[in-house]
């Protein structure tokens, strides 16, 4: 068995920890430790973001206005995306950012 140190956040020692050697000696794995947090903190995420897109968006598709003799530009419907309250293009839409880590991965992290 191996003493380990114990500190608070002062960094004072406050006690000792006994553990077996095998956990006590081990060499961390800085680059799987890290790919297992990323993936228990992107696992955390609600990913409930969403805006509407045109199809989603009220409103009829009439034309605005007739397409020639008014002298202002050409346009379709108020839902189109350069509109004011028209749909948006590639906006946000749910999704799950979980991660699958394998079980022996998690295990030696």
Do not use: C, W
Not at 37 to 48: D, H, I, N, P, W
């Amino acid at each position: 068995m191996a003493d380990i140190k114990i500190f608070d956040g002062s960094g004072q020692s406050t006690g000792t920890l006994q553990a077996p050697d095998k956990l006590a000696n081990a060499n961390a794995n800085v680059t799987l430790v890290h790919q297992v947090m990323v993936a228990e903190l992107a696992g955390a995420r609600q990913g409930t973001h969403k805006v509407k897109r045109r199809d989603e968006v009220a409103g009829s598709g009439v034309k605005i206005r007739r397409q020639k003799g008014t002298g202002r530009s050409r346009q379709g419907d108020k839902r189109t995306p350069h509109m004011r309250g028209g749909g948006v293009v590639h906006g946000p839409t749910p999704r799950d950012y979980s991660q699958n880590t394998p079980r022996k991965m998690r295990q030696s992290a």
